[in-house]
């Protein structure tokens, strides 16, 4: 069996110190993804990144196999996902009513109004890579450029689910 | 005897079998947890040989670029990379860890082979013996059959979640070795002259340094694939 290497104070405080960096890296890394995919964010689109930056919180990768639930109808959570890889399907009370390809985002009217989500997402490829975050509310007060475009945004998404649904009354 | 009942004997004698790695897994999880250790998402783990070959060759530049902290993570990785090809070889073994080891500390075979010996104590059998003698053998073969294939899927179960555990560690210490490597390499100014060929306006670190190696390699060697492999793990 294998001897196994002891570290003394020395050597965890090098490797604190590289995780601060290793860390604001990534961060710096998650942040460069979501600000290349901002505009297809429809909730974040055309905020300026100076002030996006300052509204993100818990912004993170985040892999799901298949059939994991990403969100839970009925679940009170913050998160916005976009879908950087794979795809999902949408079910309301166990009976499946949608798909979300990759590059597109969901989750994001419950987030911001912290409302229950009103239906479950479930990851249907084999693996499902997200890009994950929350808005910081308490941010927002000093942000007030961006929060007007956010509003502006989730109405516009809004209206566009309206006018989807009018097309199909009429079609029917 | 139910299933149920033969499953918690295998993970019992299974878990004590395994009870050293597994020892050491949870010490290395605990380190990473204690110290919010990332695990980086890309697949540091097959990029441990270029990462060894790379602290060989700058010891041999400059023998005192290396911190001690450096030096214990390169043995913390060998080791532990040595306990996963172990590991990774218990698959080839799964016979040899049933046969004797396991049927030789289960209670219930220890019994049937007993009962089986002592009718080494009454010879000549008479017809009635030679028939419980033959039930007996026939029912621990039937037994020994059951527990193997019960013992095998167990078995191949917990050897596959250990070579997992022991990866997302490696994956881990990997990436920080890495970064001290590279970190400590930039101080040095024998290494640095060795690297003056690379391209000086990024960052030297083991992407720029594959990128570099790529461009002065002969292509379609091993080496060269290697390499090229690595390249998309660190960009």
């Given at each position: 069996?294998?001897?196994?290497?002891?570290?003394?104070?020395?050597?965890?405080?090098?490797?604190?110190?590289?995780?601060?960096?290793?860390?604001?890296?990534?961060?710096?890394?998650?942040?460069?993804?979501?600000?290349?995919?901002?505009?297809?964010?429809?909730?974040?689109?055309?905020?300026e990144?100076?002030?996006?930056?300052?509204i993100?919180d818990?912004?993170?990768?985040?892999k799901?196999?298949?059939?994991?639930?990403?969100?839970?109808?009925?679940?009170v959570s913050?998160?916005?996902?976009?879908?950087?890889?794979?795809?999902c399907?949408?079910?309301?009370?166990?009976?499946?009513i949608?798909?979300?390809?990759?590059?597109?985002?969901?989750?994001?009217?419950?987030?911001?109004?912290?409302?229950?989500?009103?239906?479950?997402?479930?990851?249907s490829?084999?693996e499902v890579?997200?890009?994950?975050?929350?808005?910081?509310?308490?941010?927002?007060?000093?942000?007030?450029?961006?929060?007007?475009?956010?509003?502006?945004?989730?109405?516009?998404?809004?209206n566009?689910k309206?006018?989807?649904?009018?097309?199909?009354?009429?079609q029917? | 005897?139910?299933?149920?009942?033969?499953?918690?004997?295998?993970?019992?004698?299974l878990?004590?079998?395994?009870?050293?790695?597994?020892?050491?897994i949870d010490?290395?999880l605990?380190?990473?947890?204690?110290?919010?250790?990332?695990?980086?998402?890309?697949d540091y783990?097959?990029s441990?040989?270029?990462l060894?070959?790379?602290?060989?060759?700058?010891?041999?530049?400059?023998?005192?670029?290396?911190?001690?902290?450096?030096?214990?993570?390169?043995?913390?990785?060998?080791?532990?990379?040595?306990?996963?090809?172990?590991?990774?070889?218990?698959?080839?073994?799964?016979?040899?860890?049933?046969?004797?080891?396991f049927?030789n500390k289960?209670p219930?075979?220890?019994?049937?082979?007993?009962?089986i010996?002592?009718?080494?104590?009454?010879?000549p059998?008479?017809?009635?013996?030679?028939?419980t003698?033959?039930?007996?053998?026939?029912?621990y073969?039937?037994?020994?059959?059951?527990?193997?294939?019960?013992?095998?899927?167990?078995?191949?179960?917990?050897?596959?979640?250990?070579?997992?555990?022991?990866?997302?560690?490696?994956?881990?210490?990997?990436?920080?070795?890495?970064?001290?490597?590279?970190?400590?390499?930039?101080?040095?100014?024998?290494?640095?002259?060795?690297?003056?060929a690379?391209d000086?306006?990024?960052e030297?670190?083991?992407?720029?340094?594959?990128?570099?190696?790529?461009?002065?390699?002969?292509?379609?060697?091993?080496e060269?694939?290697?390499?090229q492999?690595?390249?998309?793990?660190h960009?």
């Open positions: 069996m294998i001897q196994q290497v002891v570290y003394d104070i020395d050597d965890i405080e090098k490797f604190i110190e590289l995780n601060k960096t290793s860390k604001a890296e990534e961060y710096s890394q998650t942040l460069q993804k979501l600000l290349n995919a901002q505009n297809k964010i429809s909730i974040i689109a055309n905020i990144p100076s002030e996006l930056k300052v993100i818990d912004l993170k990768f985040v799901y196999n298949f059939k994991d639930f990403i969100i839970k109808e009925g679940d913050k998160e916005i996902f976009f879908i950087l890889s794979g795809e399907h949408v079910f309301h009370q166990n009976k499946k949608g798909e979300i390809p990759m590059g597109k985002s969901f989750g994001e009217s419950a987030a911001i109004f912290s409302t229950k989500r009103n239906a479950s997402v479930v990851c490829s084999k890579t997200v890009l994950s975050f929350s808005i910081n509310h308490d941010n927002m007060d000093f942000c007030s450029s961006a929060l007007a475009t956010l509003y502006k945004n989730l109405a516009l998404q809004i566009n309206l006018e989807e649904i009018n097309s199909k009354l009429v029917k | 005897m139910n299933v149920d009942m033969i499953k918690n004997d295998i993970g019992a004698y878990d004590k079998y395994f009870g050293a790695t597994y020892d050491i010490e290395n605990e380190f990473m947890e204690e110290y919010e250790f990332i695990e980086p998402k890309e783990f097959s441990i040989a270029f060894n070959a790379t602290m060989n060759r700058f010891t041999n530049l400059d023998h005192a670029f290396s911190s001690e902290t450096l030096r214990k993570l390169f043995r913390d990785i060998k080791n532990l990379q040595t306990l996963h090809q172990e590991s990774f070889r218990y698959l080839e073994k799964t016979n040899e860890s049933f046969d004797p080891r049927l289960s219930l075979f220890i019994e049937m082979r007993d009962e010996a002592e009718f080494d104590e009454y010879l059998l008479d017809k009635e013996d030679k028939e003698l033959a039930l007996i053998k026939e029912q073969s039937y037994m020994r059959k059951i527990y193997y294939e019960n013992f095998k899927n167990e078995f191949v179960k917990q050897v596959n979640g250990i070579l997992d555990l022991l990866k997302s560690v490696l994956n881990s210490k990997a990436y920080y070795f890495d970064r001290l490597l590279w970190l400590e390499a930039s101080k040095s100014a024998t290494i640095g002259r060795s690297l003056k690379m000086k306006t990024s030297i670190n083991s992407k720029t340094y594959i990128a570099h190696r790529l461009k002065v390699d002969l292509p379609y060697t091993d060269y694939k290697y390499l492999k690595c390249l998309r793990i960009k």
